[in-house]
C-alpha cells in the first residue's frame, strides 16, 4: 500500500513560480514511477509530467520548458516545479505513483490532490 500526500499549491500570480511536493510512504517507491495529473473545473484529469524510478522524464508539451519533475528517493518525494505559470495552469494537481505512462490507468496509487490558482 502507497500513501501519497501532495502540498505546496496556493494562489501565485501569473508569471510566478510555485514548486509541488509529493511524500510517499509504502516500501515501493524507489521502483514507481510517479506522476503528477491536474484537473480544473469541468475538464477530465490531464497528464503534466511523470519521472521513473532511474529519473527519466517526459512532460506535457503544454509546461515544456516551465515545469520540472524530479524525486529524491531517499526521501521518498517528488517534486515539480513550476515557473512562468499561467492563468490556464489553475488547476487541482495530483500526484500519482504507478507506471510509467501519460494515462491516468496505469497509475495505483493517487493523492488527494493541491490547487493551483493562477491570477492573471
Known amino acids: 500500500q502507497v500513501q501519497l500526500v501532495e502540498s505546496g499549491g496556493g494562489l501565485v500570480q501569473a508569471g510566478g513560480s510555485l514548486r509541488l511536493s509529493c511524500a510517499a510512504s509504502g516500501s515501493t517507491f524507489s521502483r514507481d514511477a510517479m506522476g503528477w495529473f491536474r484537473q480544473a473545473p469541468g475538464k477530465e484529469r490531464e497528464f503534466v509530467a511523470v519521472?521513473?524510478?532511474?529519473?527519466?522524464?517526459l512532460q506535457a508539451n503544454s509546461v515544456k520548458g516551465r515545469f520540472t519533475i524530479s524525486r529524491d528517493n531517499a526521501k521518498n518525494t517528488v517534486y515539480l516545479q513550476m515557473n512562468n505559470l499561467k492563468p490556464e495552469d489553475t488547476a487541482v494537481y495530483y500526484c500519482?505513483?504507478?507506471?510509467?505512462?501519460?494515462?491516468?490507468?496505469?497509475?495505483?496509487?493517487w493523492g488527494q490532490g493541491t490547487q493551483v490558482t493562477v491570477s492573471s
Open positions: 500519482a505513483a504507478g507506471s510509467y505512462s501519460s494515462w491516468p490507468g496505469r497509475y495505483d496509487y
Open positions: 519521472i521513473s524510478w532511474n529519473g527519466s522524464t
